[in-house]
């Protein structure tokens, strides 16, 4: 690269990463709109989860999804329980007889691949989820030195260098070379929480010849977050760098998958997370390969610098705004809704955001709970779905009745939600902050859709009588017709000849209106 190439790339700004991804087939004219397709506890009571999938298929496509994130597909480290974010080997879809048993918990490699062609059929785009993070249930332990260091603060030693045993050694005799013959052991490891040797669970760094440390490029969080769980991943050593760039382009030419979804990525050493991204795009000849990185932090400055640093590469989930979502949740009308979308990443980079409001890890009891309650989930679902920031991902949990978090409200508030955003939402956006308690806005719509006009409350009112007000624009096109409630029915406004009407809506509740034709 030349001097003049390197000062033209300082001074041109970096297109936002949404931009030149596949959201969705080509020539979709429709909004394009991801689905989550799983909680944590997913389970159906007689199908295995990829077959559940399959035949859920025709009507998610029908609703107007476009893109489904799917539970990582390799095999766990408990096999028959676990999620697939305790990887043991993702070269095993659910095929080889490994950790107790041949399928991972959502069902066989076969069903998981009929399912992928049935999604392509329905143009559905498949979304694989990559834990390259870390790795759990090692086939056999190993002797080697390592440091033990501070729980909260990993760059400080608790002590000298010693000789540990830790299940690092990945020898995969069920595949036995299919698909991939490398095999894993301590030299391509960074750190681990376990001594075998004296049944110690602590957090150590691994030490020896070859062994560099925990990777500089990770997040500063405790000092240094290059370590999370299990046996942490060296992305920096040669080997590693191979299988794990063999096997992104291999998932997804197995698959047909269009893109990823990046497990823990503060955890993962950043430069060698985006040379993965180029090498897989250019190995599958899929120049616009999604990515949707999850960097978890309810702080949009500290999401910010990996944006830049992925040049576009990947987009992130924007946790600061589902945070946003939750603390309105929580206080209710002390929350002043006209700040929801301050500090969020749809709000200062949108295209580069990809936007939620629960997920499997909020969920009452997991790992990040954070769960929006009933009483703002339309709320929150009419900002994502209906608002032109960011591409908003939609959670299983939500729109499918199940024992883990499932409301029935919530459920049919969310379908009329998605038929909104593919009806109506188009065209520039008007914002009318109202006051503490409610906001509108507008969508004023374009050549093949009218538009709609949101308006939502987060009030608490026992009056039953009270409704809200808010005068709004919908355009001169509109002038002389009447707008009509779409979350019910009954309601109407009518439009001036400015294009202007008084929309409403009951306290703590959200009304779409829509032109009558």
């Given amino acids: 690269m030349t001097l003049l190439d390197r000062l033209k790339q300082l001074v041109t ?6 931009n030149g991804m596949r959201l969705g087939p080509d020539h979709q004219e429709a909004n394009p709109l991801m689905l989550q397709f799983f909680t944590w506890n997913s389970r159906h009571p007689t199908l295995s989860w990829w077959r559940h999938f399959e035949e859920e298929i025709p009507r998610l496509a029908a609703l107007g999804f476009t893109q489904v994130w799917l539970p990582p597909p390799n095999k766990a480290a408990n096999a028959k329980d676990g999620r697939g974010y305790d990887a043991y080997d993702l070269w095993d879809l659910g095929e080889f007889n490994q950790k107790g048993s041949v399928s991972t918990r959502w069902g066989t490699r076969e069903e998981f691949l009929s399912a992928c062609r049935t999604a392509k059929e329905h143009n559905l785009d498949i979304i694989i989820d990559a834990v390259l993070n870390h790795k759990l249930g090692g086939d056999r332990p190993e002797t080697f030195k390592a440091i033990p260091v501070n729980e909260k603060n990993r760059l400080k030693a608790e002590g000298k260098s010693r000789e540990i045993e830790g299940w690092t050694a990945f020898d995969f005799t069920g595949r036995n070379g299919t698909y991939s013959t490398f095999r894993w052991n301590h030299s391509h490891f960074s750190g681990l929480d376990w001594d075998h040797k004296t049944r110690t669970k602590a957090i150590y760094r691994i030490d020896g010849p070859g062994h ?28 590693v760098q191979e299988d794990l760039l063999n096997w992104g ?15 823990a990525i503060k955890h993962i050493d950043s430069k060698f997370l985006s040379s993965w991204i180029t090498h897989v795009k250019n190995a599958s000849s899929k120049p616009r390969m999604l990515a949707v990185a999850e960097y978890w932090s309810g702080d949009v400055k500290l999401i910010l610098p990996y944006v830049r640093a992925f040049k576009g590469q990947a987009a992130f989930f924007d946790v ?10 929580v206080h209710y009308s002390r929350y002043d809704l006209r700040t929801v979308m301050d500090n969020s990443l749809a709000k200062l980079k949108p295209r580069d955001a990809v936007t939620f409001v629960d997920n499997h890890d909020t969920v009452e009891g997991q790992s990040l709970e954070s769960w929006i309650s009933a009483t703002f989930k339309a709320q929150a679902y009419s900002i994502i779905l209906l608002r032109d920031e960011g591409y908003p991902c939609v959670f299983y949990g939500d729109l499918y009745k199940n024992a883990e978090c499932s409301d029935d409200a919530t459920i ?15 065209g520039p956006l008007h914002d009318y902050p109202h ?55 009954g309601g109407q406004v009518e439009i001036d ?12 509740t959200v009304q779409v209106w829509v032109g009558e034709s």
């Fill in 320 to 329: 600061p705004l589902h945070m946003n979502f939750h603390h309105a949740s």
């Fill in 13 to 18: 700004p970096q297109a936002p990463a949404l």
């Fill in 212 to 239: 560099k440390g925990w990777s500089k490029n990770v997040d500063k969080e405790l000092g240094n977050y290059d370590y999370l769980l299990g046996v942490d991943i060296d992305h920096r050593h040669p080997a």
């Fill in 249 to 263: 382009s291999w998932i997804l030419q197995t698959t047909g998958a269009v893109g990823f979804r990046l497990d």
């Fill in 412 to 426: 049919n508030n969310l379908e009329k939600l998605i038929r909104a955003r593919q009806s109506f939402a188009y």
């Fill in 497 to 508: 000849a400015d294009g202007w009407g008084s929309f409403s809506c009951f306290p703590n």
């Fill in 435 to 489: 006051d503490r308690n409610c906001v509108g806005f507008v969508r004023m719509g374009d050549d093949k859709h009218g538009g709609c006009a949101v308006i939502l409350s987060n009030r608490e009112d026992r009056d039953d009588s009270f409704v809200h007000t808010i005068r709004m624009n919908v355009g001169r096109r509109h002038g002389g017709s009447t707008f009509k409630s779409f979350m019910t029915e």
